[in-house]
Every structure is written in C-alpha cells, then in structure tokens.
C-alpha cells in the first residue's frame, strides 16, 4: 500500500495547502495593519507554492493507479476536514470558517481537487463548509 498510501497524502495536503493558502490571503485582505498584511500575504505565497507542488506529486500518482484513486476518493470523502477543525471546537472553528470563506472561494477549492486523477465531483469542500454553516449545501 505504499505508493498508494503517499498518493492519498499527496491529495490531502494538496487540499489542505490550498486552503490554508486561501485563509491567509484572505487575511492579508482583510488586515488594515500593512506590516502584519505583507508578512501574511508571504506565508500565504509559500502555501500556494506547497498546494502547486503537492497537486503535482498527487496528479502523477494518482493517474497511475486506480487503486490509488479509489483509495484517495474514500479517504477524502469520509475522514476530510477544514484544517485545524478536528483539534479546535466546533463554535471556533464555524467562526473562524464564516469569518475566512465564501460561497465562490469553496467552489474554487473544490474546482482544484476536480483536477486531480480521479477526485472530480467529490465536493468535499462544499460539505465541509456547509456542516460547519459557511454556505448552504
């Protein structure tokens, strides 16, 4: 299960890069503190850097093995969530979540797990954000 397993890890902080990437440019855009906005935007282009290099490395594993894309499609869809969401409390996270996202940016995050071998239709970023009553499902 190795090269399978590697793949599913790929896939998942694919995901979890580009959302985090999304959350800190939505924050730069939203601090007033020009200092604190530009260090934000920095650590927000090397999380898009990661989400880039990670889609890669899943894309080719991925489109190599349908053992593989199965694996990773379970994966994603039963066990997949916001980052920080299973550690912090569900009231915290819905805040934080609400606070950082909209409808057309969810979309996009889904749109980019849509590119990857085997992974399109999953919408995993759309349920997640609806349970946790970001947008409407």
């Known amino acids: 299960i190795g090269e399978d397993f590697v793949a599913i890890h790929m896939a998942w902080a694919h995901l979890d890069a580009c959302v985090t ?14 200092h604190l906005a530009a260090i934000v935007r920095r650590i927000g282009d090397l999380k898009q850097t990661l989400c880039d290099f990670y889609a890669e490395q899943a ?19 039963y066990l ?15 805040f934080v979540l609400k606070y950082l996202f909209d409808g057309d940016q969810v979309r996009d995050l889904d749109n980019s797990l849509d590119t990857l071998p085997g992974l399109a239709g999953l919408r995993i970023v759309s349920s997640a954000m609806a349970t946790f009553g970001v947008i409407r499902s």
């Not at 990437?21 to 007033?32: Q, S």
């Not at 997949?80 to 819905?94: F, K, L, N, S, V």
């Open 21 to 34: 990437a999304a959350a800190y440019a939505n924050t730069a855009n939203r601090d007033h503190h020009p």
């Open 59 to 77: 894309a080719a594993r991925l489109h190599h093995s349908w053992q593989a894309r199965t694996l990773t499609r379970k994966a994603l869809t």
């Open 80 to 94: 997949w969530r916001p980052p920080g969401a299973a550690i912090h409390a569900r009231r915290e996270t819905r």
